[in-house]
Every structure is written in structure tokens, then in C-alpha cells.
T-cell receptor
Framework: QQQVKQSPQSLIVQKGGISIINCAYE??????FPWYQQFPGKGPALLIA?????SEKKEGRFTISFNKSAKQFSLHIMDSQPGDSATYFC??????????FGKGTTLSVSS | EAGVAQSPRYKIIEKRQSVAFWCNPI?????LYWYQQILGQGPKLLIQ????????DSQLPKDRFSAERLKGVDSTLKIQPAKLEDSAVYLC????????????FGPGTRLTVT
């Protein structure tokens, strides 16, 4: 089954800094690569997603960079804020439309 | 727009007991998913419904887990008998018709098996 490998497991960034989370996948036949954000006690929520024919997508302070040849995509959070402290999951489509999630990265932004 | 509703939010049971979780998806969403999220890991799909039918249940431990989605709306997930390793958060998600990476998750049910 498709594997999605996410790193780092945890990340501490100072307020105003850049947070970078990486994800590697195996299969190439996907339509989208999403990132989900999860706060404690809540379900994951879609943050941003990218199509494999695009190398970069930016929404506000969040940017996805996609490297098709390396089978990797990463999430960059610019000007990180304490409110960004959460767990972030990359995902790739599995069978049907279900998602296969990475193990998650816990981000802590210190003020 | 109301989100995905789940109940109960928390449940504590002893091993070998049974438990059921309920999910009400977003109105009009044809696809419903149940995921299991063990502490410190990402959600793992248990079962996916498209309207009334099962699309994928390959990772559902069918000897103890069952799920149904009557009338293509609400869904229930049952565990009988529960094991200690079933302690996790059970997340329900829904998405509109067609292939979709945009899934809407409920708050989950935190199950503790003692």
C-alpha cells in the first residue's frame, strides 16, 4: 500500500520564523497532494493542496512546494505565529478517494 | 453550514465490551469515511461509503468491527468485542460527490479501552 513519509516528527520555531515540513510519497498517479492541520481535540482540516502539474502554490502565509521527480512535497509556513501551533499531516490519495496520511508533525511556535 | 457531527465525544469501556459510534455527515455529501487515529499517528482509513455502498473496507478488522450507513446519510461504527489496542480517536469525515481530496472531519470520538 502507498506510504507517505513525513518529517520532522516535531518542530519548534520562533514567532516570525519559517516552518518547513517535508513529505515523500511512492505512487505517482495522484491528482492532488493536500496538507491537513489538526488542533488538539479537533478533527483534521484541509489547509492547502497542490496538483502535481504545479511546482508551487501559495495561500497567504502557507506555501506548498512540489518536486515531482523527487516524489516530494513540502509545506512552508512563513512568519509563523503561535496560533499555527498544531499538528500537520501530509496526505496522498489511497484507494478510491480515501486519503493516506503521514504520521504528522507537531509544530510549536514560541512567542 | 453545519459540520460533521459525531457522538459520543468520549467513551471508556472495558475490554471485551461493545461500543458504537454515530456520525452525521454534512448534508448532501455522498461519501463518508471512518478513520482510526491512534495517539501520535495520522488517521488511518477503516471504511469508506459512497451513498449506501461500501467502496473500501480493506483495513477494517471485520472480526470485531462493523459499520453501516443506512439511507445514505448517518453512519454507525461498532466494535464488538473491544481490545486494548482499539484505544484511539475515531474520526468520521465526509466529502461531496466525486474524487475529492477535500474531506471534512468531525471532532472524533475518543475511545479508551481498559
Amino acid at each position: 500500500q502507498q506510504q507517505v513519509k513525513q518529517s520532522p516528527q516535531s518542530l519548534i520555531v520562533q514567532k516570525g520564523g519559517i516552518s518547513i515540513i517535508n513529505c515523500a510519497y511512492e505512487n505517482t498517479a495522484f491528482d492532488y497532494f493536500p496538507w491537513y492541520q489538526q488542533f488538539p481535540g479537533k478533527g483534521p482540516a484541509l489547509l492547502i493542496a497542490i496538483r502535481p502539474d504545479v511546482s508551487e502554490k501559495k495561500e497567504g502565509r502557507f506555501t506548498i512546494s512540489f518536486n515531482k521527480s523527487a516524489k516530494q512535497f513540502s509545506l512552508h509556513i512563513m512568519d509563523s505565529q503561535p496560533g499555527d501551533s498544531a499538528t500537520y499531516f501530509c496526505a496522498a490519495p489511497g484507494a478510491g478517494t480515501a486519503l493516506i496520511f503521514g504520521k504528522g508533525t507537531t509544530l510549536s511556535v514560541s512567542s | 453550514e453545519a459540520g460533521v457531527a459525531q457522538s459520543p465525544r468520549y467513551k471508556i469501556i472495558e475490554k471485551r465490551q461493545s461500543v458504537a459510534f454515530w456520525c452525521n455527515p454534512i448534508s448532501g455529501h455522498a461519501t463518508l469515511y471512518w478513520y482510526q487515529q491512534i495517539l501520535g499517528q495520522g488517521p488511518k482509513l477503516l471504511i469508506q461509503f459512497q451513498n449506501n455502498g461500501v467502496v473500501d473496507d480493506s483495513q477494517l478488522p471485520k472480526d470485531r468491527f462493523s459499520a453501516e450507513r443506512l439511507k445514505g446519510v448517518d453512519s454507525t461504527l461498532k466494535i464488538q468485542p473491544a481490545k486494548l489496542e482499539d484505544s484511539a480517536v475515531y474520526l468520521c469525515a465526509s466529502s461531496p460527490v466525486g474524487p475529492s481530496y477535500e474531506q471534512y472531519f468531525g471532532p472524533g470520538t475518543r475511545l479508551t479501552v481498559t
